[in-house]
């Protein structure tokens, strides 16, 4: 859109096309998409690309029109409003009896509206997993590499081989990154370890490298997967989007989904669909309401008294997420954070011996500390490499409390539970330890303010305290083959017609790195999957 007041004017159409929808819900439409965050943006806009599609996007959260959500160095503001859900894992014995927040997004966009605007592509081997697990090719790298092309606007040195640039998403390499973040480049460097234009492209397909990160920032403000796919459709008349309507749960008809049952305004309602339901509630809320909806292990169903529709003992387990323990230097002159403050990105092996990077280090132009961790003493002007588990090993799982569908649920997230990731924890921070006490550095930094030279227990004791979520949380409703597996490759429900899957649960693994992109990946190959099975 060309100026600032055609944007304007195509925004009061927008809403006024949106009010009206919402005013006048009709019984059924072709296909409801529950959430619409990273995932389910993409989705939904696909499919209401086709206008003979009545297409209704359900969201529980609010609009993203607000400062701290596009604005990129605001988005610190949103972990403490009402833009996320703030869920609290339990307590762990591995975390030295801590119970560490992992809040995801809720808001237009879910957390592509409140994250750090990283994009990351994931690395070869892991699509290449997810096309073994699912026994399909299709998600394998070679394809995905396709997709990427298909939906990147690439801002950065042309690359036909790894980039588009007609695609709804804009992607920027950080622009005018800050001199700490080059520095991480050449810290790399002086470690022998390969710097690369971008992350994503060459650098995923090998043992790892470092690069200037890319960036959904468009204009200065956050590009999130919904601004990117949704709201320039939003005065379409087949797309109805409905915020702050909670989803109680999918209704079945024995074992069909018919349509959705949900809170607004106070009211329950119901709205049926013709073709199909879609799950696109992000990893804890996907299984929550898979099981609200009698879709879950038949023995967890039973405990909480909920009626089995579908045994699926796969519901709510293999949850992961990138653990992370940050190391933070001291500035020397304090440097602005600039652009979401997280610029230079880097993937190693935490043994040579491995086939691909299992440890992702974001380097955040501010001190992150955990809570325990901040007891130590945090400079007021500092940076932290935000260093962590690309391929953890430890698994968790979700529970539920009771059969109210809105009553929280039991995150067991059971982090460092398994030792081998206790072992990659303690090269991650060693590693760290060397990029950031590297000459490279040395222009910029005062001192090393944590964790400074520990080794044995006392090593292990910091990253049990330093441990915090990277937001990463994903894979609770996996994709595969075996009795685990809740979703076909199709990312359709086992044993439950009309009902699909599409967002980060889907994953048998986690990617190695953020999980945005990929989850936007998911979107674009359900949509294709959809269309093809309805024919549209
Ligand atoms: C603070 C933070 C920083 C992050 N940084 C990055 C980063 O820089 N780069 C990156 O790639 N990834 C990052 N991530 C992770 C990334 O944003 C997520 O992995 C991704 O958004 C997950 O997509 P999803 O579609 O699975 O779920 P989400 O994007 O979480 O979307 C789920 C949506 O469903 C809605 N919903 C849930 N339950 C209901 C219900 N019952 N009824 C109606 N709606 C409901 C939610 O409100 C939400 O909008 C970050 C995440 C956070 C929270």
């Known amino acids: 859109m060309s100026s600032v007041t055609d944007q304007a004017e195509f925004q009061e159409r927008a809403n006024a096309n949106q009010a009206r929808l919402a005013a006048a819900l009709k019984p059924t439409y072709d296909v409801i998409v529950c959430g619409a965050g990273a995932s389910g943006s993409v989705v939904a806009a696909r499919l209401a690309e086709n206008p003979d599609v009545q297409v209704l996007l359900i969201e529980a959260g609010g609009s993203d ?38 809040p995801m997004g809720k808001v237009l966009g879910g957390g592509s509206s409140v994250n750090v605007m990283l994009w990351a592509r994931g690395h070869r081997s892991d699509w290449d997993f997810f096309a073994a697990e699912a026994g399909d090719d299709e998600w394998g790298y070679e394809n995905v590499l396709g997709i990427y092309r298909r939906i990147e606007n690439w801002q950065g040195a042309p690359n036909t081989q790894y980039r588009g640039d007609s695609g709804p998403v804009w992607v920027e390499p950080a622009s005018d990154p800050s001199p700490v973040a080059q520095a991480m480049l050449g810290a790399a460097a002086e470690l022998g370890i390969p710097t690369f234009d971008s992350p994503n492209g060459r650098m995923m ?12 920032i468009r204009d200065g403000r956050r590009h999130s997967l919904f601004r990117a796919y949704v709201q320039p459709i939003l005065g379409k008349p087949n797309l109805t989007v409905l915020t702050d309507t909670m989803v109680r749960r999918v209704i079945l008809d024995g074992k069909r989904a018919t349509g959705v049952e949900f809170e607004r305004g106070g009211e329950r309602l119901t709205i049926g669909a013709r073709m199909e339901v879609v799950l696109s509630l992000g990893a804890i809320q996907t299984p929550k309401l898979l099981m609200h ?6 023995a967890e169903l039973n ?26 230097w001291e500035y020397n002159e304090p440097i602005a954070p600039r652009n979401g403050g997280s610029e230079a990105s880097l993937y190693w092996k935490s043994r040579p011996d491995l086939d691909a990077p299992d440890i992702l280090f974001c380097q955040v132009e501010f001190p992150v500390p955990s809570e325990r961790t901040a007891a130590l003493g945090v400079p007021e002007h500092g940076w932290t490499m935000f260093a962590g588990l ?6 968790g799982r979700l529970l539920l409390r009771d059969s109210d569908a809105l009553a929280p649920l039991e995150i067991d997230a059971n982090m460092l539970s398994d030792p081998e990731d206790v072992r990659a924890a303690a090269r ?28 044995g227990e006392a090593m292990a004791d910091y990253i049990r305290d330093a441990a915090v979520t990277y937001w990463h949380q994903t894979c609770t409703a996996k994709m595969g083959r075996d009795a685990m597996s809740v979703v076909d490759g199709s990312l359709r429900v086992y044993g439950v017609e009309g009902l699909r899957i599409v967002d980060g649960s889907i994953m048998p693994r986690v990617t190695t790195g953020n999980t945005q992109a990929p989850c936007a990946v998911i979107g674009e190959r359900a949509a294709e999957m959809i269309r093809a099975t309805h024919r549209f």
């Not at 397909?205 to 959904?216: C, N, V």
């Open 205 to 216: 397909e090998g043992p790892g490298g470092a690069a200037i990160t890319d960036l959904l």
């Open 428 to 455: 991650c921070v060693e590693l760290c330890r060397e990029l950031g006490n590297a000459q490279a550095f040395r222009p910029f930094v005062k001192r090393e303010a944590m964790p400074g030279d520990l080794k």
């Open 390 to 395: 690309a391929q953890p090993k430890s698994r």
């Open 65 to 102: 029109d607000v400062e701290a959500v596009l604005d990129p160095g605001q988005w610190p503001v949103n972990l403490a409003s009402e833009r996320v859900w703030p869920f609290q894992a339990i307590t762990n014995p591995h975390l030295n009896g801590r119970a560490i927040p992992m």
């Open 303 to 328: 405990r909480v008294g909920i009626p089995v529709v579908q045994h699926l003992p796969g519901v709510g387990q293999n949850f992961q997420d990138h653990v992370s323990f940050g190391c933070t």
């Open 293 to 298: 909806s009698g879709i879950g292990d038949q």
